[in-house]
């Protein structure tokens, strides 16, 4: 089936009321039949519900049918991105381990993974996202996962996926893939052999900018990549934590099924039931609204690329973009997402322009069906010098569009008399 029909319809079987809408189960936890049902439920002898910080049937809804956009086998929901991502990393690597990331990384998967996870013995190692051939030098032993993410916040570049799937798969490492900007309906990482994708669910998917939450989904027969692999024993060894469980000798799909049955448990970043109701809504008119955030972020690209007073545009949308090659590979008929930045002599004229739009809101998000405008050398990455600025390709002048789902003449017009104000 067609995604936008699986996005209606995936995972939900209508209870004896009939319900059209998938019911919001605001409960924290759920009644067993006797004390032996409820053994059987925690020996996961039978699966079930048993508290909320594990499992809840709403929730529920939203892992199956974004398991099933994406193409993979299962997922889990969590709190927010960042705790998506989290998982991602904790589940596969521990003290002692180091991970492989692209530079071109979120502000917070930065934070994460080059100091925050450091102080808890997991070094990150970092690569050009254009330069695949460089990952090799970097790998060891001790690689626990090549991370990248398939539509880079904020810097716009699009991975070249098989070429960076093809070196972790040399050394039989996990890759790990942020695909919050490209969302499953322009891209979908599996179908290139991408081993597990995280999302940050309060983009895109709630689509209006409603709630934080994330998704992390694990391919089809990722079983076989981790079954007797010596870089994650703790899938093949028994988990004294869950009386000698050893995840790969279940017919689960393991990596989420660990990721619940430890992380979730442990760390318990749950979504809350709510906010899955929230996602599931705005996963009707994923497709629709993709398709449009795209053709209205193209048609705003091409107007300020015509611009005189716009020095460089980046959307790799555009014939003239270094990534226009990797869009139309990866992504669904070429179309690239609702983000980019364009870049004006200086700061002061960039000042100018922001505070001159009408209809563009300045706010630190993406993914709103409001159009956003950030200046990130006066925000997001105030604390760098022109120099510095430069060196991670923020250059002062440059502003960053999250492209909404007003009508693309409003949206140029605006951005026009910003320009010439
Ligand atoms: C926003 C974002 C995140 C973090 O997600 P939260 O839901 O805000 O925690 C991670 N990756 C990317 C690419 C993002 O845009």
């Known amino acids: 089936m067609d995604l936008q029909t699986l996005a209606l319809h995936t995972g939900y079987e209508k209870d004896s009321q009939g319900t059209m809408v998938v019911p919001i189960y605001q409960t924290t936890a759920y009644e067993f039949r006797d004390v032996e049902h409820a053994a059987n439920l925690f020996a996961l002898k039978e699966l079930g519900n048993i508290y909320t910080r594990l499992n809840n049937p709403t929730t529920d809804v939203f892992e199956k049918r974004f398991a099933e956009l994406e193409g993979g086998e299962a997922a889990i929901a969590t709190s927010s991105g960042m705790s998506a991502i989290f998982f991602a990393i904790a589940n596969s690597a521990e003290a002692g381990d180091?991970?492989?990331?692209?530079?071109?990384?979120?502000g917070g998967t930065l934070t994460q993974t080059a100091h925050t996870l450091k102080r808890f013995g997991i070094e990150a190692r970092f690569f050009d996202v254009h330069k695949p051939e460089d990952i090799e030098s970097l790998v060891d032993d001790k690689t626990k996962v090549i991370f990248f993410e398939s539509l880079t916040n904020p810097s716009i570049d699009v991975a070249d996926i098989e070429a960076i799937?093809?070196?972790?798969?040399?050394?039989?490492?996990?890759?790990?893939?942020?695909?919050?900007?490209?969302?499953?309906?322009?891209?979908?990482?599996?179908?290139?052999?991408?081993?597990?994708?995280?999302?940050?669910?309060?983009?895109?998917?709630?689509?209006?900018?409603?709630?934080?939450?994330?998704?992390?989904?694990?391919?089809?027969?990722?079983?076989?990549?981790?079954l007797n692999n010596p870089r994650y024993v703790h899938f093949n060894e028994p988990d004294e934590s869950y009386h000698g469980l050893v995840y790969t000798d279940l017919d689960l799909p393991p990596f989420t099924l660990r990721a619940r049955l430890s992380l979730l448990r442990d760390f318990g970043c749950v979504v809350s039931p709510f906010n899955?109701?929230?996602?599931?809504?705005?996963?009707?008119?994923?497709?629709?609204?993709?398709?449009?955030?795209?053709?209205?972020?193209?048609?705003?690209?091409?107007?300020?690329?015509?611009?005189?007073?716009?020095?460089?545009?980046?959307?790799p949308g555009l014939k003239s973009n270094a990534n226009y090659k990797n869009a139309q590979k990866y992504f669904e008929n070429g179309a690239c997402s609702g983000l980019l930045s364009f870049e004006v002599d200086t700061l002061e004229e960039a000042t100018k322009i922001v505070n001159a739009t009408k209809l563009y809101s300045l706010v630190v998000n993406i993914g709103d069906s409001k159009s956003i405008i950030t200046h990130p050398a006066s925000t997001t990455h105030q604390q760098l010098n022109e120099e510095e600025l430069k060196a991670c390709g923020v250059p002062s002048g440059l502003i960053r569009i999250s492209c909404g789902l007003e009508s693309s003449k409003d949206l140029i017009a605006d951005m026009k008399q910003a320009l010439e104000a």
Not at 98 to 106: D, E, H, R
Not at 182 to 201: K, W
Not at 207 to 219: C, D, F, P
Not at 283 to 298: C, D, G, P, Q, V
């Open 98 to 106: 180091n991970i492989i990331c692209a530079k071109q990384l979120y």
């Open 165 to 226: 799937v093809k070196v972790a798969n040399r050394y039989n490492i996990l890759t790990v893939v942020d695909n919050t900007v490209a969302t499953p309906v322009l891209c979908r990482p599996m179908e290139f052999g991408v081993d597990i994708t995280v999302h940050s669910a309060s983009k895109y998917t709630t689509g209006q900018g409603l709630a934080i939450g994330g998704i992390l989904v694990e391919r089809k027969g990722l079983k076989d990549k981790l």
């Open 276 to 315: 899955s109701w929230l996602f599931i809504q705005g996963i009707e008119t994923f497709a629709l609204r993709m398709k449009e955030h795209s053709k209205n972020a193209l048609a705003l690209a091409e107007f300020l690329e015509s611009h005189p007073k716009v020095k460089k545009v980046n959307y």
